[in-house]
């Protein structure tokens, strides 16, 4: 079956650094990805929508000069979380479709913490 | 715009007893729906889907959901639950034919089974 693969599991960083988290369809090609965050005990809130080879789409009160997507290929999109802060502290999923397949996989999670 | 309502953040059962999560949604167009469920800090794993083929879904884990048109809603039932179902479940539509499948979650429901 289709995997997501999502690296790191868990990051720490200080306050003003930058996070990059790494989702990738291991065994699918997949032109569209999908960035969620959760916050504890809470759904999940779609970030952006990631096509291959364009322009991230951001849902709406989401900064995307905060949020850089980058979808460079068939099977990789990065989230980079730039000049983190504490309130950006969350646990960050990413999810793909196969093509034609109406079922999204999610990957297993980046919890983020900022210090 | 589509939503997803789910009744009841939480929700406790005796192992052996019948589950029932409830999930009403909203939509314009004849919707996709889904339940995917949650085990902490984890990912979400796809239980069971509807795509406007038969009306009553089953899924894995014994899980089943029957879409109802005239109800607008998609509950989850399992007719004996068991202590590894304790999670967190969430409800989600989306527009399916759109080639984007852009979802929108639920708040969720956590599960609780008792001994």
């Known amino acids: 079956g289709a995997v997501v693969s999502q690296h790191p599991s868990r990051v720490i960083c200080k306050s003003g650094t930058s996070v990059k988290i790494e989702c990738r369809s291991l065994d699918f090609q997949a032109t569209t990805m999908f960035w969620y965050r959760q916050f504890p005990k809470q759904s999940l809130m779609l970030m952006a929508t990631s096509n291959e080879g364009s322009k991230a789409t951001y849902e709406q009160g989401v900064e995307k000069d905060k949020f850089l997507i980058n979808h460079a290929s068939l099977t990789l999109s990065t989230l980079t979380v730039t000049s983190a802060h504490p309130e950006d502290s969350s646990f960050y999923i990413c999810?793909?479709?196969?093509?034609?397949?109406?079922?999204?996989?999610f990957g297993a999670g980046s919890r983020l913490t900022v210090l | 715009a589509q939503s997803v309502t789910q009744l009841g953040s939480h929700v406790s059962v005796s192992e052996g007893a019948l589950v029932l999560l409830r999930c009403n949604y909203s939509s314009s167009v004849p919707p996709y729906l889904f339940w995917y469920v949650q085990y902490p800090n984890q990912g979400l794993q796809l239980l069971l889907k509807y795509t406007s083929a038969a009306t009553l879904v089953k899924g894995i884990n014994g899980f089943e959901a029957e879409f109802k048109k005239s109800e607008t809603s998609f509950h989850l039932t399992k007719p004996s639950a068991h202590m590894s179902d304790a999670a967190e479940y969430f409800c989600a539509v989306s527009e399916g034919t759109s080639g984007t499948y852009k979802y929108i979650f639920g708040t969720g429901t956590r599960l609780k089974v008792l001994a």
């Open positions: 999810s793909a479709s196969l093509v034609g397949a109406n079922v999204l996989t």
